[in-house]
């Protein structure tokens, strides 16, 4: 079975060395694992809680989509896409705001952090701290939990939202009576090198102290490198390699056999001057060829809308069948089929736990009838019957064990047909895998009711 991996990128702020060895480096490489179904996605709507400069908003998502195809994302393996092409998230969003304590909220670390800074300072506690900041981790259950993720690769400073995130499942899970949603886990990679930036602390765009990944090209990437911080020693000196920047830098990048001849020039004595433009080449070996695709994706930025736009249908092919399924579940459901459902189950969402026809009048007076799963997922809507006899004759023979009904797969949907003639069909899925899955899915409540009679 594939484990499916998901983790959002927010867009704000241009990349830099230390997220492509921490972050994006591994992603890519786990992406390309037979057993990783990867999802990947630009945090756009958590971008807003940092930033309201639309210009900046615009150039952080492109450039960040940019340097992931560049650095050998496969969109054709991984679901890459943008967060605000996706409605279900924040539809899903408010679905778990009102399943989440305030509480909880409360002590989210961004938002106390915040307080503590307000309090510390003499102001209001709440003062310059949006909604937007207090729901950011909602919001990325939102992301999460939409597409059943099983683990969440993150920093350590993102821990406590994948825990919140399992809170807000089982608390979900809990109230409407099911498993609608897998408990994800954080993955934390403890051997992901963190770089240091040029003044030897870890590289970090708050502490302004950056190599930048492609931003510049290779005159500023050797610039910056000629920046870093080095001890007073001389060339001819010996060098301390494990208390040098570069030296950790160069291990990023190099094999075992190049660090080794590092290390010992160090040790024999090697200038900083020269040491960095060592470090300097060894990076710029990686990073050119990258920064070319990357130089050509942003020349055409309609090529990366349309990967995104192929993502965003294939992400939503997954969230629409599950927001279908969870506002069935909380009760908003179609009128039409509203008064069937509560005469059967009396309110109770664990007590409906098989598939079911819910019959209805249609506006032109004809009789049809749906047909849906356990999960409350809309599986058939019938033709229209002028009889009401004749639709639930149907009904009776599709409940039948053996019934004789096949199942006909269209381009982008399901026919059931009764003795030669279409009686029902399934939705109009995003494409065939989607149809493929929902007719298992058919299958299976078809069975279920068979298994009843
Ligand atoms: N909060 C994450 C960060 O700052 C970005 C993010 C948004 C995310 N939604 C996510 C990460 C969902 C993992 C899963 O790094």
Known sequence: ???????????????????????????????????????????????LIKSDDPARIERSRLEIAATWLAAGLDPSRVT?????????????????????????????????????????????????????????PVLMAADILAFNAHQVPVGRDQIQHIEMAR??????????????????????????????????????????????????????????????????????????????????????????GESKAFHQALLDGIGWGDAKQVLYERIEADVAPMRERYDSL???????????????????????PKLAELRDAIGLRSASTSSTVSAKSAGSAKADKLPRFASFRDGDGSFRF???????????????????????????RLRQPGASASLLRLPRSIELRLDDAA???????????ARDEALARLSEALDRLAAQE
């Not at 670390?109 to 909604?131: I, M």
């Not at 069909?425 to 065939?432: F, R």
Request: glycine share 8%.
């Open 80 to 136: 890459f896409y943008r967060q605000s092409d996706i409605p279900e998230i924040p539809e899903l969003c408010w679905l778990l705001t009102c399943v989440t304590a305030k509480g909880l909220l409360n002590r989210a670390h961004a938002y106390k952090a915040a307080v503590d800074k307000n309090v510390e300072a003499g102001e209001d506690a709440d003062a310059g701290v949006t909604a937007g900041l207090y729901m950011y």
């Open 1 to 47: 079975m594939q484990t499916r991996v998901l983790t959002g990128i927010t867009t704000t702020g241009t990349p830099h060395l230390g997220n492509y060895v921490g972050a994006i480096r591994p992603a890519v490489a786990a992406s390309r694992r037979a057993d990783v179904d990867a999802f990947y996605f630009m945090a756009d709507y958590h971008a």
């Open 423 to 433: 009686v029902a069909a399934s939705p109009e899925y995003p494409d065939e895998q």
């Open 370 to 396: 749906r047909l849906f799963s356990a999960e409350g997922e809309e599986l058939l809507l019938s033709v229209s019957f002028a009889d009401p006899k004749l639709a639930g004759g149907v009904q009776k």
């Open 167 to 256: 809170d807000m499942a089982q608390r979900f899970n809990h109230i409407y009576g099911r498993e609608f949603f897998v408990l994800p886990e954080a993955l934390i990679e403890e051997q992901v090198a963190t770089l240091p930036g040029l003044d030897g602390r870890k590289m970090s765009k708050s502490y302004d102290n950056t190599v930048p990944l492609f931003a510049g090209g290779a005159k500023q990437l050797r610039e910056a490198i000629m920046r870093i911080v080095t001890d007073s020693r001389l060339p001819g000196e010996p060098k301390d390699p494990d208390s040098s920047s570069l030296y950790t830098l160069f291990r990023a990048f190099a094999s075992e």
């Open 298 to 320: 942003m020349a055409q930025p309609q090529q990366i809308e349309q990967i995104l736009q192929e993502g965003a249908r294939k992400a939503r092919a997954i969230a629409v």
